[in-house]
């Protein structure tokens, strides 16, 4: 079992950048591919960027980078020139597998997300 938490939501001013970290416990993330997904009111969760285990990495915007220190444990999203409609709950999840996962069900572990509010 994976065990994931968010951190570093907030409020934001559209222009600015905030970097969500994604901590994992139970298990040691480098055998897993990692991914981020958002979820705004009334809207399905979203693909946002992930990253397999060797770095390579894929993202919806080229605003947002994915990283990963499997030495800390943790995954990383950097937002950069966020606007209001990067509005959303922002969730990490994890998979024991090696790919790029754009789906919601290619992954198995799910934290309980951090908000992200963006205002004009």
């Known amino acids: 079992q994976v065990q994931l938490v968010e951190s570093g939501g907030g409020s934001v001013q559209a222009g600015g950048s905030l970097r969500l970290s994604c901590a994992a416990s139970?298990?040691?993330?480098?055998?897993?591919?990692m991914g981020w997904f958002r979820q705004a009111p009334g809207k399905e969760r979203e693909f946002v960027a992930a990253?397999?285990?060797?770095g390579y990495a894929d993202s919806v915007e080229g605003r947002f980078t994915i990283s990963r220190d499997n030495a800390k444990n943790t995954v990383y999203l950097q937002m950069n020139s966020l606007k209001p409609e990067d509005t959303a709950v922002y969730y990490c999840?994890?998979?024991?597998?090696?790919?790029?996962?754009?789906?919601?069900?290619?992954?198995?572990?799910w934290g309980q997300g951090t908000q992200v509010t963006v205002s004009s």
């Open positions: 139970g298990r040691t993330i480098s055998q897993y591919a």
């Open positions: 990253i397999r285990l060797n």
């Open positions: 999840a994890a998979v024991q597998r090696d790919y790029i996962g754009k789906k919601t069900y290619l992954y198995d572990y």
